[in-house]
T-cell receptor, first 111, second 113 residues
């Protein structure tokens, strides 16, 4: 049973560019959440998608947007990249409130 | 913003010793979860304790929860070198309509062989 799959694993982008990160949830899970983890910090909630809609959003600017597809996979888009967007981006899927499974993350470096 | 704080920030012990990590949080919760993270990779779910529970065990892990003090502790017994990782507590307030996990800054555990 495949867990959560994230792609790509590493990415280097230039300030001002746009980036798209992808997540395939664990089989049987219909909810996808995205987290940003800066170096030495705990993960911070970006948003959660359920039934192809953003159900809740954390304290992140509109430059961060997402999408969920009918097969429950999800994308995280970040526009106008800043140096401070450099972080590990984690995707978590769940089928209920208590069963979160995290992917290995995408390491984004903005130069 | 971070909900909780783990204490200590870093912990170094010898293999075979017990490791205790503490977590404090600020608001009411539905449950509290502990995760492990190896070298900046993905998070691995370790254990969940509900707000009406006071103690829970899973293998070498023991978690306690004191909702009156808004604190939790994670005990790893008979530690192994493979336990070296960062450990995070995360609070879930889904009972109040929140769908996010709120993490602390983590405790970095080093187990010396």
């Amino acid at each position: 049973d495949a867990g959560v799959t994230q792609s790509p694993t590493h990415l280097i982008k230039t300030r001002g560019q746009q980036v798209t990160l992808r997540c395939s949830p664990k089989s049987g899970h219909d909810t996808v959440s995205w987290y940003q983890q800066a170096l030495g910090q705990g993960p911070q909630f970006i948003f959660q998608y359920y039934e192809e809609e953003e159900r809740q959003r954390g304290n992140f600017p509109d430059r961060f947007s997402g999408h969920q597809f009918p097969n429950y996979s999800s994308e995280l888009n970040v526009n106008a990249l800043l140096l401070g967007d450099s972080a590990l981006y984690l995707c978590a899927s769940s089928g209920d409130f208590y069963g979160y499974t995290f992917g290995s993350g995408t390491r984004l470096t903005v130069v | 913003s971070q909900q909780g704080e783990e204490d200590p920030q870093a912990l170094s012990i010898q293999e075979g010793e017990n490791a205790t990590m503490n977590c404090s949080y600020k608001t009411s919760i539905n449950n509290l979860q502990w995760y492990r993270q190896n070298s900046g990779r993905g998070l691995v779910h370790l254990i969940l304790i509900r707000s009406n529970e006071r103690e829970k065990h899973s293998g070498r892990l023991r978690v306690t929860l004191d909702t009156s003090k808004k604190s939790s502790s994670l005990l790893i017994t008979a530690s192994r070198a493979a336990d070296t990782a960062s450990y995070f507590c995360a609070t879930d307030n889904s009972g109040a309509g929140s769908y996010q996990l709120t993490f602390g800054k983590g405790t970095k555990l080093s187990v010396i062989p």
